[in-house]
């Protein structure tokens, strides 16, 4: 009986063994018989090695960084919780909280871009200028070493990107994050997107998302929508390529960033 | 006494394990045909050939949407020779730029198969948006 | 063994369906959450981590709490934790089913969870404590299970349980420090920026998860016939009080180092808890309520008098388990995200529907507790009678 049910198990366990490796021998067997399809780039794709921004705050006046703001917001299906729902579209839409709301890009006071740099003598005019805070895409991002799933990344080119497929909705990069440029959707975001851009999907519930540096603009060859639509304040380039426009910019200029202290090396440089 | 006990229980058994048929009886039809569009029915040839698609489109798009998000590639070159926008829903090359019609085309089978993929609930049809 | 589980007299059934009774209505309220999003929250943009993060921190507290008697019992022949050794880590074992549920319940996209296990991540701390909370307890359950059957049967635990039973102590350690790991490690973060954190959440646990044993032995002598022993109950006392007290002078520090050195970073936390910021104050009663209770916890187990007390110890015990509950979950989670990285305060509050989700993971923690607790009792009856 004893010896019986061993060599039972030991047969078992061969057998699934076999059943196990089945696959992987069919897949080493099948490889090479037809040729691997091939995954590009397209041809007028805007590359660099990493990718960096300078806002020229001399050229950000209220109108302009409005603009900004919105041509993000339509670029991305980003949700806008001031939206008046449409009601036959999306019946029962519960009432907002506007603490929960979803931000890329958006208007700060120097105080609060610049906690550490507050300063009871600044020049006044700093007051008033409007400042625009957004994703970093830091060399060494928090975010990307807190994320548990790697849906948060950063991409060979510098830049720090999620990925809605992959993220479980934890929220520790955005305890991570010391800028506070992430957001979580907190609720199905689709009934406060005033006009659903096709070029770009919108979120479901239980995501956290950001600037993603118009990563899908890039693809295709043309400008972040900010810079688009800022007026010259606003320039996207190769912070590794010496002869790039963002290079010469801070070459010329002095430039300053969030936090510098922390080491997280943002990309995001403001010329004052 | 017991040995009754245990018969019901074993009867409610069958019958719950049993529910999924229970449910259908009368109501089986015949497996649908996704509807193909004009434009790709003059296009001839997917990704794919026909059959492969049909078994492998999930994990096809989950290599495409590995590959755009995090690789930033997004052109893919078929074994076929022909060369498409690793994408759903944007642009004339995408999968929705020559099936247009995802109710006819992606609804049937899923809605037969009682698959409900989430593409959908960030992914939009130029048709959704459009009502 | 399982079966002593159901047989029990009609109070025992009573207790279960009540707490089955919370744990159906809190899942009707997660099915909302779970339709319609964490919108049902209090939870905001800038207090992004809430009420289920904060208990699910205090819990593995009240978890690593348990080797506060294996450590005497195995390590050091402390005869008289023999009959509670069993209770700390079934405690331990339900509390970590909580904390594991306080987790899911805290995600966005719960069905996604095992994408964790699936893009394995040794950068991320989340996936470290995913790993030494589901080690330790497995470890508890095997080890609680296996040594309490020996008992039944009267003969020896098994010569494989005692490596386990040493692994379980570094275990025990780890999974506390690695969950203030979570915090204390993000470069934005003044409030939890300190390597004291890990120290001070131990030294908390050890004063939190002691202090519930003690109630629960109390409860237990209360209806079972099974005597934990006066004289255990009285060192697990003297544990709180050395852990409490060493809590407190982290504490100390660590206020010391942030007003001393001035650094506004830092200092905006404790600030906006104990004084308010910018006229936002909810959490200023709170904090108090706290350290007060948290000083009498201590007079009152440094005193051998009060500490030998039958009466008032349990009163004690609930003062101190309040008093570290709202000291390292209500003010250590919402003093870290206020004021935000911008420097805006915004104050968060759990909603109702938040709070019956947390009731109906505690209601599941404490079926589970029942259960264990019944069968250890039950044990010991069955071999002293």
């Known amino acids: 009986m004893k010896k019986s049910r061993r060599s039972f198990l030991k047969a078992a366990g061969v057998t699934a063994l076999g059943i196990g490796a089945a696959p992987a021998i069919k897949a080493v067997a099948s490889s090479g018989s037809v040729a691997a399809p091939v995954k590009t780039k397209k041809a007028e794709a805007l590359n660099a090695k990493r990718w960096g921004m300078v806002i020229d705050t001399n050229k950000l006046t209220d109108e302009v960084a409005e603009n900004i703001v919105h041509a993000c917001k339509k670029a991305h299906n980003v949700p806008d919780f001031d939206h008046e729902p449409d009601a036959e579209k999306y019946p029962d839409t519960q009432p907002v909280n506007k603490t929960q709301e979803i931000k890329w890009i958006w208007e700060e006071h120097f105080e609060h871009a610049f906690p550490d740099k507050e300063d009871e003598f600044l020049a006044e005019k700093f007051r008033h200028l409007p400042f625009l805070v957004t994703c970093n895409h830091c060399k060494n991002a928090p975010c990307v070493q807190a994320c548990p799933t790697q849906a948060t990344f950063k991409r060979e080119d510098g830049i720090v990107l999620m990925d809605f497929h992959r993220c479980i909705g934890c929220r520790f990069c955005m305890a991570a994050c010391p800028f506070g440029s992430r957001s979580f959707n907190f609720r199905d975001p689709r009934p406060f997107i005033e006009e659903i851009n096709p070029d770009f999907p919108t979120r479901s519930k239980g995501v956290v998302e950001k600037c993603n540096l118009c990563a899908e603009r890039l693809a295709k060859g043309q400008q972040p929508a900010c810079a688009e639509v800022s007026e010259g304040a606003i320039t996207v380039g190769d912070l590794e390529d010496p002869a790039s426009k963002v290079r010469e910019l801070l070459a010329e200029n002095y430039a300053i960033r969030r936090k510098q202290e922390l080491g997280t090396e943002p990309s995001v440089y403001y010329i004052m | 006494m017991s040995k009754n006990a245990i018969m019901a229980g074993l009867v409610v058994f069958v019958a719950m394990a049993l529910l999924p048929f229970w449910y259908n009886i009368g109501g089986s039809s015949a497996a649908p045909e996704p509807e193909l569009s004009e434009k790709a029915k003059a296009a001839q040839k997917c990704v794919l050939d026909k059959y492969d698609m049909r078994a492998n489109h999930m994990s096809l798009l989950d290599e495409w949407r590995d590959s755009v998000v995090r690789d930033a590639d997004r052109l893919y070159e078929s074994t076929n020779g022909k060369t498409f926008q690793m994408s759903l829903s944007t642009g004339e090359e995408s999968c929705l730029g020559c099936h247009t019609d995802k109710e006819k085309f992606c609804d049937k089978c899923h809605t037969y198969a009682s698959v409900d993929p989430y593409c959908w609930e960030c992914h939009t049809t130029p048709k959704e948006i459009n009502q | ?385």
């Open chain 3, 1 to 385: 063994m399982l079966e002593i589980a159901i047989k029990g007299s009609k109070k025992y059934w009573i207790w279960l369906g009540l707490l089955l009774a919370v744990m159906t209505v809190a899942f009707v309220v997660y099915i909302d959450q779970f339709v319609n999003g964490l919108m049902i929250t209090g939870m905001s943009r800038d207090v992004s981590w809430g009420f289920y993060i904060a208990n699910f921190t205090y819990l593995v507290g009240v978890a690593a709490g348990g080797v506060m008697v294996v450590i005497p019992y195995y390590l050091h022949d402390y005869e008289r934790f023999h009959r509670i050794t069993i209770l700390g880590e079934f405690l331990a074992v339900a509390s970590l089913i909580m904390c594991l549920l306080f987790i899911v319940v805290d995600l966005g996209q719960p069905v996604r969870m095992l994408n964790v296990l699936l893009y394995p991540t040794p950068h991320s701390m989340l996936f470290w404590d995913m790993c030494v909370l589901n080690g330790y307890l497995f470890l508890n359950i095997v080890i609680g299970w296996k040594v309490l059957e020996a008992e039944r049967n009267q003969v020896k635990p098994p010569a494989w349980t005692t490596p386990l039973i040493y692994l379980s102590i570094p275990f025990a350690i780890g999974i506390h420090t690695v969950t203030a790991y979570l915090y204390c490690g993000l470069p934005g973060r003044g409030f939890w920026l300190t390597a004291i954190l890990a120290p001070r959440f131990l030294a908390s646990a050890f004063a939190a998860g002691p202090s519930v044993l003690i109630l629960l032995c109390y409860l237990i002598r209360k209806i079972s016939k099974f005597d934990p022993g006066w004289e255990a109950i009285q060192t697990l006392s003297k544990i709180v009080c050395y852990a409490l007290i060493a809590n407190v002078f982290f504490f100390f520090c660590e206020v010391f180092v942030v007003f001393y050195s001035k650094i506004p970073g830092h200092m905006s936390h404790l600030q906006y808890l104990f004084a308010g910021l910018h006229g936002h104050n909810a959490l200023v009663p709170w904090m108090w309520t706290s350290m007060i209770l948290m000083f009498i916890g201590i007079a009152l187990t440094v005193v051998p008098a009060f500490r030998s007390n039958k009466t008032l110890l349990p009163y004690t015990c609930a003062m101190i388990i309040i008093g570290t509950w709202i000291d390292k979950s209500l003010g250590m989670i919402s003093g870290g995200f206020v004021p935000n990285p911008l420097h805006h305060v915004t104050e968060y509050a759990p909603t109702f529907k938040e709070m019956i989700i947390s009731l109906g993971v505690f209601a599941t923690g404490f079926f589970i507790l029942t259960i264990l607790f019944k069968l250890a009792t039950t044990v010991k009856e069955e071999v002293r009678g």
